[in-house]
Each structure stands twice: as C-alpha cells, then as structure tokens.
C-alpha cells in the first residue's frame, strides 16, 4: 500500500492564525455527513459540517423543480432500502418509508401484441397468472421464487455485519454459511448466474437491473455483483421503499437531529484545500478562510479529498444514468391495457430484456446514445401524496421519476446540452412506445407553455452536488468485506490516520444508507 506523508514522518506545516477549532471538520452536508455529525455530537464532540451548496442534503435533496407548481419531487436518488432501522432508532429520526404495492412491471411486444410482466410486492395469484404467459413461465415462476428467497436468507445474515467493523472475507463467508449463494452472489458474474437460473430474457432483464443501476458496466462483469448485493441487502430484504414526503424529508429530519445535538452547519463553505500534520487538520475555505479540527470527515468524494489534498485521485468508473423528473396531470394509458395506478406504483422497467441491456451498453462503448435507450419509472404519488399541494392531489397530478441506464458522462463531454436533448428524445420515444397517450399530452404545463420536465445528465449532477462524473456512488462500489490480509477498520480509513471518509466513496458506502456515517463515527470515537 502506498505510504502517506504523514506515516514517512514528512514534517508539513499548517497555515498559522487557526482563528476556529473543532474536534471534527465534515466536509460535505451529504445524508451521510449528517448522520456522522450526529452520531458524534451526541458523544460530546464539537462537529462542524462545511457545505459547498447553499442547500444541504447533496443527492438526496427535495425540489420544487417547477415554480408554477407546488410539488417537491426528489431531485436526484428517490427510493430507500439500505438505510438500516438501527440509524433511524439511534438518531430518532421521525422519517417514514412506505411499502410499494407493486414490485415491478415490465411491458413488451410479443408477435405484435402488447403484453406485461407484472409483479406483485408479495408473491400473488396476478404475479403467478402473468409469469404463465411467458413461455416457459411456470418454471420460471418457481426458478424466480427460489433466487429471491435464497437472496433474501442471505441479506437476512449479511445486513447486520453492515454497521459494524469490516469483516474478512473468510470471516463473513463463514458467519453467512449458504455456501452456494455466496458463490453464486461473490465468485461468478452475475450474468452467468442470471443465464443460468432463467430462460426468459425479460425475466433475466427485470433481475439484471439490479446489478447496472448507477454502474456502468457488462452483465458479465464482476461490478455488476457488488452494485446487484447493494440493492438486494438493506434491513436484510432489500426491499426499496418510497421515502414519506420526498427525499427531502430524510435531510431536514437529519438537520433537526444534527443541529440540535449542537452540531455547527456552514453553508456556502466550499472547502478548497485539505493539510494536515499529522496532529491537526486544516481546512481552507473559497474564501481563504481556515478552520482547524483534531480529525476531518469527507463526506465529498474520495476523488474530490485527494485534489484537496493535492494528490492522486482514485480511479472510478464514471456515472452513467439520465435522471427524468416530470409532472402529470394524469397518467397516461398504456397499450397492454393494464390500469396504469398498478403499471407506475412499481418500477416500470422499458427496454430491459437482457439483450437490450448488454446491446445498450455496447452501443454506449461505441460512443452512441443507445438507439432503445433502457429505463425505469416509478410514480412517487401512487404510494405518497404527501409530496404535492391539496389542489394537485384533488386535480388528479402525478409524479414520474425516469432513470435512464447506459448514458455514461463521456457521451456529453462534447456538445452537453445537444446530447441532452438526444438522450430526453431517446428516453421519451422509448416510452412512447407503451404508451396510448404519448407522455408529452399527459404532462403539466407552466403557465409559459413549458413542460413539466427536468433532465439531468451525469454532468449536471457532478456540476450540482459533486459526483465525480455523476457516478451516484461517488466510487466504485465495493464488496462489504475486506481480503483476510487487510488490516482491521470500518472501511472508512485513508492512509491518514486523522482523515477518513464518511460519504458514499468509503467501502459499504453508496446508496442512501447512512452506514458510511455512521461507521466513520465510529471509526473516530475508537480514536478516544
Ligand atoms: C440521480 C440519482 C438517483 C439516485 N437514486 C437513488 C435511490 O433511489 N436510492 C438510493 O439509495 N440511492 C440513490 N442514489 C445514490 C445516493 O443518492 C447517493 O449515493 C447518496 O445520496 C450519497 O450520499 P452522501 O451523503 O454520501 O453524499 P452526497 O449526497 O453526494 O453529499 C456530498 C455533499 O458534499 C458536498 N461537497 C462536495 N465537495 C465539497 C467541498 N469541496 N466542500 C464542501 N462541500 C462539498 C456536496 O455539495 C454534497 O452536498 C441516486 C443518486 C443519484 C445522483
């Protein structure tokens, strides 16, 4: 491992006239930063948090993203699974997830007829009928039930490894058992496994998504594992709920907490250099201004510490989704027939046979914005209301969230706003394609003839909140193990001993958890 400054005894010298001083600096007021803060102003430490933004909450933010309408959509990430039951008890967090109806449906053409796979939350006679329909689909109905509930046994004794110090492989192999899942889940990609459990490629499709959100890879590749267990584990059934109130309502639940255990917020504090001397910490503001703490937290991403810190970045695969947020009057009708309040209270997956996304993703390789761009959907206001005014609700709108897949930064690098026009068209013609009412004829208007609609690229998201290249993990994601000849930690650790990182970037980070937060905490109070 590369040894730090700090451990070569480099003698560095802080910047004098320390004019504040804090037992820890956070830089970033992320979900994770929040909880951190938290976690150690509840034991006595004096926290500063220092935002970048004027607003706190990075990507799990709540916006009103249409002035005219009074409707707060969850900007960025939308719904929660990983954030353990633990962190939302220790903090006294009053925040609400509330269960979807509807797992998933996916719609598809079949010899020139529109049809659907729809799933149920809770396996039922609908869910059953519908696999029938597929060729095959009895088998697959069993073959399904059977992944999942292997999957589920394994979260069940995973998950709660989660908030604790990183265990070694051997050690959290043998504590799990289920030595097939873990082999199936760890030491073989997840697209073989996928080919080799199911017949159906839409089948394969809908269970292949889990492993590509926010990860810009093949099927095939052993990436694709750790992004499908992150979204297979949280409170050990991975179940991924929708936030009461928006996303926004985690963040001022975390403000409250947080500020009044006496934690300090600075927003408009863009942290421009990190130093450190191996005893102290100093922070350097935009504004020249210096703060100086006993340990530094970073709730920004690795790659963003390491240019504060003045090296080299880690390497990362960029972020790769196309987020839609838009506003209904109504829903729109769909082709197969299905009652639309069943099609969007789930995830409403298009163009996600796993044919379509490994031939996606190769389109995206060659530098083209996939000809049938695949996406998912999800309507925030089937399951939660509470989002929009009265006169919405009584008026009939909706919300829809689209998260498009395989539309990696490097595609916008040249001309941005042209290929967010071409990404928004591909996304909206993919759709289209379901629908008997195209999207655009459902869609609120502002009162300057405006549709309802935001796009954001990988690049707007870095441009916004920081994610190097819009990667929603910060890094990429990681097994929630160390090898057996790492050292011991939370895998919060840097290889400076008063530097750790307490965002998405750390291992067992990503995702709107908290666990990160919470481990860096806990990774500092073991300091003393
Ligand atoms: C479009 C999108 C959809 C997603 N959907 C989901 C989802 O549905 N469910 C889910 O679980 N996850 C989802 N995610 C991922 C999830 O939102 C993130 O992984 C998670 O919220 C990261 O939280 P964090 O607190 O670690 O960091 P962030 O939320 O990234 O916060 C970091 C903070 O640090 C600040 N900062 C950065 N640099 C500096 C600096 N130099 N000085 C001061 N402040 C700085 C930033 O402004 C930001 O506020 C999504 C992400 C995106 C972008």
Redesign the pocket.
């Known amino acids: 491992m590369r040894r730090s400054r700090i451990e070569q005894n480099v003698k560095i010298k802080l910047p004098l006239m320390a004019t504040d001083k804090y037992d820890i600096i956070i830089?970033?007021?992320?979900?994770?930063?929040l909880i951190a803060a938290t976690y150690l102003a509840k034991a006595g430490k004096r926290v500063l948090i220092?935002?970048?933004?004027g607003e706190?909450?990075?990507?799990?933010a709540s916006v009103r993203a249409f002035p005219d309408f009074d409707a707060r959509l969850s900007r960025?990430?939308?719904?929660?699974?990983?954030l353990p039951d633990q962190i939302v008890r220790d903090l006294g967090l009053n925040f609400k997830t509330i269960s979807r109806r509807v797992a998933s449906y996916t719609p598809f053409h079949h010899h020139g007829i529109d049809q659907g796979l729809y799933v149920s939350r809770i396996w039922d006679e609908t869910t059953s009928t519908s696999f029938n329909a597929l060729q095959g689909g009895g088998i697959e109905a069993m073959a399904w039930q059977k992944f999942y509930g292997e999957i589920e046994a394994f979260a069940q004794r995973l998950a709660p490894s989660l908030l604790k110090p990183l265990p070694t492989r051997s050690e959290l192999k043998s504590q799990i058992g289920l030595a097939p899942v873990w082999d199936y889940l760890i030491e073989n990609p997840i697209g073989e496994v996928i080919t080799n459990t199911f017949r159906s490629d839409i089948v394969r499709g809908v269970v292949l998504t889990d492993a590509l959100i926010?990860t810009y890879v093949s099927a095939f590749s052993m990436q694709a594992n750790k992004c499908f267990l992150y979204h297979l584990i949280g409170n050990g059934n991975g179940e991924w709920k929708v936030p009461a109130g928006g996303m926004g309502a985690l963040v001022q639940e975390l403000e409250r907490v947080a500020k009044s255990s006496g934690v300090s917020i600075k927003v408009n504090?863009?942290?421009?250099k990190v130093q450190s001397d191996g005893k102290e910490i100093c922070v350097t503001l935009e504004d020249g201004n210096t703060i100086y703490g006993k340990y530094l937290l970073s709730?920004?991403?690795p790659q963003?510490l390491a240019k504060?810190q003045g090296v080299k970045p880690p390497e990362s695969l960029e972020g790769s989704?196309l987020?839609i947020n838009m506003l209904l009057k109504q829903l729109p009708r769909l082709k197969s027939g299905i009652n639309p309040h069943d099609a969007f209270a789930g995830t409403f997956h298009i163009n996600e046979s796993f044919t379509q996304l490994e031939l996606a993703y190769q389109q995206a390789q060659s530098g083209k914005i996939p000809s049938r761009l695949p996406l998912e959907m999800y309507c925030h206001t089937l399951t939660d209301p509470s989002i929009l005014s009265a006169e919405l609700q009584h008026k009939g709108y909706h919300t829809l969230t689209l998260?498009g897949l395989h539309t990696p930064a490097a595609l916008f690098d040249r001309n941005h706003d042209e290929q967010r026009k071409a990404a928004m068209g591909a996304a909206i013609q993919s759709l289209n394609e379901y629908l008997i009412d195209p999207i655009e004829s459902v869609l609120a208007r502002s009162s300057t003839g405006e549709l309802a609609m935001e796009v954001?690229t990988p690049l707007d998201?870095e441009a916004a909140?920081?994610?190097p290249r819009?990667n929603?993990?910060?890094r990429d994601l990681d097994f929630p193990f160390r090898e057996d000849d790492e050292a011991l930690g939370w895998g919060v650790e840097t290889d400076d001993p008063r530097i750790f990182i307490c965002?998405?970037g750390a291992k067992r980070?990503?995702?709107?958890?908290g666990i990160?937060?919470h481990n860096a905490a806990m990774a500092v109070l073991a300091k003393g």
């Open positions: 830089i970033g007021a992320g979900h994770n930063g220092l935002e970048a933004n706190i909450g990075g990507a799990t960025y990430s939308y719904l929660v699974s990983l926010g504090s863009r942290a421009t709730n920004a991403a963003v504060l989704q987020k998260f954001k998201i909140i920081g994610l819009g929603i993990f910060h965002g998405a980070g990503g995702g709107v958890s990160p937060g």
